[in-house]
Nanobody
Framework: QVQLVESGGGLVQAGGSLRLSCAAS????????MGWYRQAPGKQRELVAAITSGGSTNYADSVKGRFTISRDNGKNTVYLQMNSLKHEDTAVYYC???????????????WGQGTQVTVSS
């Protein structure tokens, strides 16, 4: 089992910044991918950004140039630096972790409890 604990959400004015953190613990493979998703009211959960244990990153087009994902493998923690926030970034942000077997096959996917980000316009 893997436990994920998010922190750093809150209320911020448009144009402001927030930094989210997600600390993972438990049965974490040396090869894994961690990511941030978000879900706004009435909408489906969507990918924001993801990063592998090797450092490869992937971003949604809507956040490219504004958000930066990073990780500290020693602490099993992933971060999401969010700059130039817009009202439409308002959502519950979820962290996830996917273990990956050495042959590349995906293992189980785990989710955090979510943290609310509200951007006032």
């Amino acid at each position: 089992q893997v436990q994920l604990v998010e922190s750093g959400g809150g209320l911020v004015q448009a144009g402001g910044s927030l930094r989210l953190s997600c600390a993972a613990s438990g049965s974490i493979f040396s090869i894994n991918a961690m990511g941030w998703y978000r879900q706004a009211p009435g909408k489906q959960r969507e990918l924001v950004a993801a990063i592998t244990s090797g450092g490869s990153t992937n971003y949604a087009d809507s956040v490219k140039g504004r958000f930066t994902i990073s990780r500290d493998n020693g602490k099993n923690t992933v971060y999401l630096q969010m700059n130039s926030l817009k009202h439409e970034d308002t959502a519950v942000y979820y962290c996830n972790l996917k273990n990956i077997w050495r042959d590349g096959v995906a293992g189980l996917l785990y989710w955090g409890q979510g943290t609310q980000v509200t951007v006032s316009s």
